[in-house]
């Protein structure tokens, strides 16, 4: 069974930093992009950041010099440090999985996780 569990949301004045995890299981880490979505109320759902197995990153341009992702293979998890957040970056973020590459978009989702930028 794929699970992907998000953790590292909250509240945080804007200017501020937070750092979301996902831990995989039930996945071939090694051989599958990781990625990270966000939903903000009344909107669709977009595109983040992504990672391929190799460490090759695409991000979203509103997010570019500002977040980065990283991947662990050790301990099955992707990162998505964010920084110099925005009252604009709240949402659900989610975490995503794809074999190999997210040419067609995930195969899999996590629950996600709120990040709130509010003063």
Same mark, same amino acid.
């Given at each position: 069974q794929v699970q992907l569990v998000e953790s590292g949301g909250g509240l945080v004045q804007p200017g501020g930093s937070l750092r979301l995890s996902c831990a995989a299981s039930g996945i071939a880490f090694s051989i599958n992009s990781m990625g990270w979505y966000r939903? /903000?109320?009344g909107k669709q759902?977009?595109?983040? /950041?992504t990672i391929t197995p190799g460490g090759r990153t695409n991000y979203a341009d509103f997010v570019k010099g500002r977040f980065s992702i990283s991947r662990d293979s050790a301990r099955k998890a992707v990162y998505l440090q964010m920084n110099s957040l925005k009252p604009e970056d709240t949402a659900v973020y989610y975490c995503a999985a794809a074999s190999l590459y997210f040419t067609k978009g995930p195969d899999y989702w996590g629950q996600g996780t709120q990040v709130t930028v509010s003063s």
């Open positions: 939903q /903000a109320p759902r977009e595109f983040v /950041a």
